[in-house]
Nanobody
Framework: QVQLVESGGGSVQSGGSLRLSCAAS????????MGWFRQAPGKGREGVAA???????SYADSVKGRFTISQDNAKNTLYLLMNSLKPEDTAMYYC???????????????????WGQGTQVTVSS
């Protein structure tokens, strides 16, 4: 069974950094798209970043220049390095996978087949 497990969330002050991890099991990164999404209380789910097995990446405008998505294929692990964190980055962060296809636009979260349980990121001013 495909499983995704996020970790690395926590509480930081504005300007700080965190690195989120998503450990994937049950599949490899070949022919797969993986992405990070977030949801703040009372808000809709927002696409943050995505990457495919060819190394192509995409980012939401709100995080460009601050966040970096990457993969360690040997470990089947997805990362999100978050620098220069802002209070508006506070949210539950989820990783997701789309097996056997290219990455859709970040707005189309419903295209993703598998989801992790989420990890909380809280940024204080």
């Amino acid at each position: 069974q495909v499983q995704l497990v996020e970790s690395g969330g926590g509480s930081v002050q504005s300007g700080g950094s965190l690195r989120l991890s998503c450990a994937a099991s049950g599949y490899t990164y070949s022919s797969v798209c993986m992405g990070w999404f977030r949801q703040a209380p009372g808000k809709g789910r927002e696409g943050v970043a995505a990457t495919d097995s060819a190394g192509r990446t995409s980012y939401a405008d709100s995080v460009k220049g601050r966040f970096t998505i990457s993969q360690d294929n040997a470990k089947n692990t997805l990362y999100l390095l978050m620098n220069s964190l802002k209070p508006e980055d506070t949210a539950m962060y989820y990783c997701a996978a789309l097996y056997g296809g290219s990455c859709p636009p970040l707005t189309l979260s419903s295209y993703y087949d598998y989801w992790g349980q989420g990890t909380q990121v809280t940024v204080s001013s």
